[in-house]
Structure formats: C-alpha cells, structure tokens
C-alpha cells in the first residue's frame, strides 16, 4: 500500500506508510491519501466479526490496519495495536460500545479513553508508532501544537513517556473549561510542556506556524505535528466505524448509518473511507453547530470558508471552525482522483475568493447516491433540548458535541430524509467535559467518573509565555538544552 497527494500528478512517486506518518502535508501542500481503498468482501466482515468478538477490539485493529501499513511487521503492528488499546486506558474493557437511545438511534461510544474525547482512539495509535519509528530510525521529534480543547489532551496523553518525543502544547491562557486545563495541566511529564500564551487560539496557531516557517530552527529542534490531517490519525478511526458496525449488526450484509459532529472532516471522513471499502454503510449524517461550512456545501454544493469574525463560539467548541482541513481528501475523490483539478480549487480558487462552487457538477448531483451523505445543522438551543431529552427518556447524558448528532438525525427524518436504521451516533466527548453546557441543561451537574476523580486538586505544570515568536523558541530551545543535560529525568 502506497500513499499520493490530493494534489500531486501521476509522475510523483508514492510513499510508504512510515515515510508519511512523521510529515504531515505532502511537500506540494496536499494531504496523503492511499493510492486505492483495499476492498472488504463479506468473508472478510465475517472474519472480522469473529476477531472481535474473541480477540478483542485491538485484534480488530491490527486486522484493520493491516491493509493500509506494509511497512511494519505482523509482530510489531500486532504490539503497537495491543499497547495502544491496552485494558485499563479505556474505561471500558470492550474499547468501543454502543447504547440503544431509542428512535432508531444508537449511541457509539469512543470516548472510553483517557481523556474522555474520541480523539484518543487516533492518537493513542499515533503515540506507539511515533515512539516505534523514532527508534527504528534513530530520530527523535519535538511537537509543537496549538489547542483549545480536546486536540491537546489527547495529544498530550498519548505522547506521555513515549521516548524522542517532546511535546510543547499552546493553549490561549484562561480560556479553556476549568476541567480541560485541569487535565492537561496536571500531567507529570517532563517532557511534556504545557504552554499558556497571553492570546487567543488563533495567536497560538499563528506561533506555531511562525516557529514552522523558520526552517533552520524547525531542522535544528525537529519540530513536527500531530493534526488531525495526519494519515495516521484518519486510519485508526477508520476501525471504529467497523467495530461500531459489527456491534449493531448481525448479519454481514446488514446496512446502518452513522451520524457524525463534524468540524474539521476528519472523523467522518474515516466514515467516508470505511463506506468505500465496502463497510455496509448506508448513510453518513454529517452534523454541524452554527459553524454550517460543511452543511453548507453538503446541501448546496458551494464550499465557501469563513472568516475569524464569521467564526461563532459556540457550545460545541471543538466543532468551531472557519474551514475544514480534512475536506479536500473527500474531494479528491469526488472529482475522480483529479489532483491537478484539486490543486486549483484548494489553491487558486480559495485564495482568490474564499470559496469554490461544484453545485454545476454531474458528481455533484450524484453525490448523495454514490457517496451516501447527507447533512444539517443544530443551535445551541437545539442541543439543550436534545441533552434534556435524552436525559428524561432514557437517563443518559450526553455532551453538546454528540447531542449535535442526535438533533441532525432527529431533524432530517423530520424532513422525510429516509436513511438505514440504526443510525449510530457517534459520542465524540464524554458530558464530563462540558459541565458548564450540560448544567444549563439539566440545572445539575453530570457525575465524575471515579477515573476523573480530584483531577483538579493535583500539582499544576504549565509555562506562561507572551505571545511572541522569539519567547517560545527562546522556551523549546532551553527546555530542549536542559532535557539533555538531564537524561535521568528520563528514566
Ligand atoms: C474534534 C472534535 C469534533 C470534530 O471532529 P472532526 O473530526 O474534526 O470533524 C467533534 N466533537 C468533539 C468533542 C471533538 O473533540
């Protein structure tokens, strides 16, 4: 299995998995894609179905991952998928479940893991091969991001004592909820360096791209990422949609939907994948909040990106985004794996005008049939209401991220949207998250789980830094110096 650019042309030559996990954009800019989606048959499912029923959703994994990763052995990949699902990470010994919450919905529950979001079940995958292909290359590698939620907890737990790693999280000071700072502050890991800039998100975005875009100090400190663009990160939730499947059905040709909060199309654009390899999906509901940028295009066929002012802060905030940048892999796709067509309307058309429109398009009109989407959007109010309902009908509390999903359901059957049933929607936070949200809910707060439990009252590791491009790679550079000097620390 090899991997090309959404941009790129026929005579650029394509890469192996491990070549691209530690990269992130392709060098034209593009993203990596596999040349072709492997194709599952039904023996296959069937097989499948009875790996994770005896062996367990890591077994699953390794089955999964298999097909898109020639470049690490049976043995090791077989590890790695075993370390990173490990029992006693997730609160559920089964990894992935599913709740019936009536209506034709299914609850799929990701967030088990460690910090309660389901981007831990891409990055805990991400730290073992991180730490496994640093070492086989002899390489170490400094990771500097941006957060202003989820994205950086789970960054950082999957990262935690995994060897060449270092991390430097930017989070705007103050601005994150009381129990997201408690869980990322509270991590006890030197190599691990929480940073509070006196700004907003996008001034720790803009830092961390200034420190990229000085090339000399990015060699030097081996700067990388690890954003949701990562191939690495789209492939291992791809295994989730075939978990989750394989827990709602039993029969191997049994067709259900699944309804996705979406912001930056990279959860769901795991959906879209697991569906082009022959995954019995029906229906991809894709669910937005006020930040429509993807509803928008899903009903009208015009991408137009958003501007910050445009930009509403939401109670969904992991959903706020101005534009989506898994997006152009699912156009690669559509416009039948054109990158040089790709390479105009995400380069030349964007900037000039902010926005493309494929509403013309024969592929267009014949999207939802061949590609199985829908969309919508909620309110805030509308997702108050739906974490109020599911809390009086079946005493489940669900976060406003999840509750987006079940309200896009909810509204486009109304609308007479026919889609397969299940719909399995899928939890992207634990409530626990979001206390402030749910308590304008419901007026009473949403029980900590045990794992969760004094967070708030451990010792405290974070850096203040102005927001100035010098005073942070003044701080990557000394704590990098120091770490050196101080190899014990990490034994
Ligand atoms: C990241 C995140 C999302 C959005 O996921 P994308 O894959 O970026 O679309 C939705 N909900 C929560 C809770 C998240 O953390």
């Known amino acids: 299995m090899k991997y090309v650019s959404t941009r790129g042309t026929a005579d650029q030559t394509p890469r192996?998995?491990?070549?691209?996990?530690?990269?992130?954009?392709?060098?034209d800019g593009g993203?990596?894609?596999?040349?072709?989606?492997?194709?599952?048959?039904?023996?296959?499912?069937?097989?499948?179905?009875?790996?994770?029923?005896?062996?367990?959703?890591?077994?699953?994994?390794?089955?999964?991952?298999?097909?898109?990763?020639?470049?690490?052995?049976?043995?090791?990949?077989?590890?790695?998928?075993?370390?990173?699902y490990a029992p006693g990470k997730f609160s559920d010994p089964k990894v992935v479940t599913t709740a019936d919450i009536g209506d034709g919905m299914a609850l799929g529950r990701i967030s088990n893991g460690p910090t309660a979001a389901f981007k831990?079940?891409?990055?805990?995958?991400?730290?073992?091969?991180?730490?496994?292909?640093?070492?086989?290359?002899?390489?170490?590698?400094?990771?500097?991001?941006?957060?202003?939620?989820?994205t950086g907890s789970a960054a950082e737990y999957a990262m935690k004592g995994k060897r060449g790693v270092t991390t430097f999280m930017l989070t705007p000071r103050g601005r994150m909820t009381p129990f997201q700072q408690a869980q990322m502050f509270t991590l006890d890991d030197?190599?691990?360096?929480?940073?509070?800039?006196?700004?907003?998100?996008?001034?720790c975005q803009d830092l961390v791209k200034a420190v990229n875009s000085d090339l000399a100090f990015k060699a030097e400190h081996h700067l990388g990422a690890v954003n949701s663009i990562n191939w690495a990160r789209l492939v291992a939730q791809v295994v989730y949609y075939v978990a989750l499947w394989l827990r709602v059905t039993d029969s191997d040709d049994q067709r259900v939907s699944f309804a996705v909060p979406s912001g930056n199309f990279g959860n769901i654009c795991a959906g879209h994948v697991?569906?082009?390899?022959?995954?019995?999906?029906?229906?991809?509901?894709?669910?937005?909040?006020?930040?429509?940028?993807?509803?928008?295009?899903?009903?009208?066929?015009?991408?137009?990106?958003?501007?910050?002012?445009?930009t509403h802060e939401t109670s969904s905030p992991s959903m706020d985004i101005s534009k989506a940048s898994n997006f152009e892999r699912f156009v690669f796709d559509l416009l039948g794996r054109d990158g040089e067509r790709v390479r105009q309307l995400f380069v030349d058309e964007l900037s000039a005008t902010g926005a493309f429109d494929l509403s013309g398009l024969p592929e267009f009109g014949t999207l939802r049939e061949r590609y199985g989407f829908v969309s919508g959007s909620s309110?805030?109010?509308?997702?108050?209401?739906?974490?109020?309902?599911?809390?009086?009908?079946?005493?489940?509390?669900?976060?406003?991220?999840?509750?987006?999903?079940?309200?896009?359901?909810?509204?486009l059957r109304a609308e007479g949207v026919a889609f397969a049933e299940p719909a399995v929607v899928l939890e992207t936070a634990l409530a626990v998250k979001f206390s402030e949200?749910?308590?304008?809910?419901?007026?009473?707060?949403?029980?900590?789980?045990?794992?969760?439990?004094?967070?708030?009252?451990?010792?405290?590791?974070?850096?203040?830094?102005?927001?100035?491009?010098?005073?942070?790679?003044?701080?990557?550079?000394?704590?990098?110096?120091?770490?050196?000097?101080?190899?014990?620390?990490?034994?």
């Open 379 to 411: 309110t805030h109010a509308d997702r108050l209401d739906e974490i109020r309902r599911l809390f009086e009908s079946r005493a489940i509390i669900i976060d406003p991220h999840t509750a987006d999903g079940v309200h896009v359901v909810r509204t």
């Open 190 to 203: 030197p190599r691990i360096i929480n940073v509070a800039v006196d700004g907003v998100f996008d001034d």
């Open 120 to 150: 831990d079940m891409a990055m805990q995958l991400l730290g073992e091969l991180f730490e496994f292909e640093l070492g086989r290359r002899g390489q170490v590698i400094t990771i500097v991001g941006a957060t202003s939620g989820d």
């Open 16 to 27: 192996s998995f491990c070549d691209i996990l530690l990269e992130g954009l392709a060098p």
């Open 274 to 310: 697991a569906r082009e390899m022959g995954l019995p999906i029906d229906t991809l509901v894709l669910a937005t909040n006020e930040n429509n940028v993807l509803d928008e295009f899903f009903r009208t066929g015009v991408y137009r990106i958003r501007t910050g002012a445009e």
């Open 437 to 491: 949200t749910i308590n304008e809910a419901l007026g009473h707060d949403v029980e900590r789980p045990a794992s969760f439990a004094g967070l708030e009252d451990l010792p405290r590791r974070v850096v203040d830094l102005d927001n100035d491009e010098d005073a942070l790679k003044a701080l990557i550079r000394d704590t990098l110096a120091a770490l050196r000097a101080a190899p014990a620390a990490e034994a």
């Open 31 to 84: 993203l990596y894609v596999p040349e072709r989606y492997p194709r599952l048959d039904k023996a296959t499912l069937a097989d499948w179905r009875r790996t994770l029923t005896e062996d367990g959703y890591p077994a699953l994994a390794f089955e999964v991952l298999r097909l898109f990763i020639d470049d690490i052995s049976d043995a090791d990949l077989r590890r790695l998928t075993q370390h990173a």
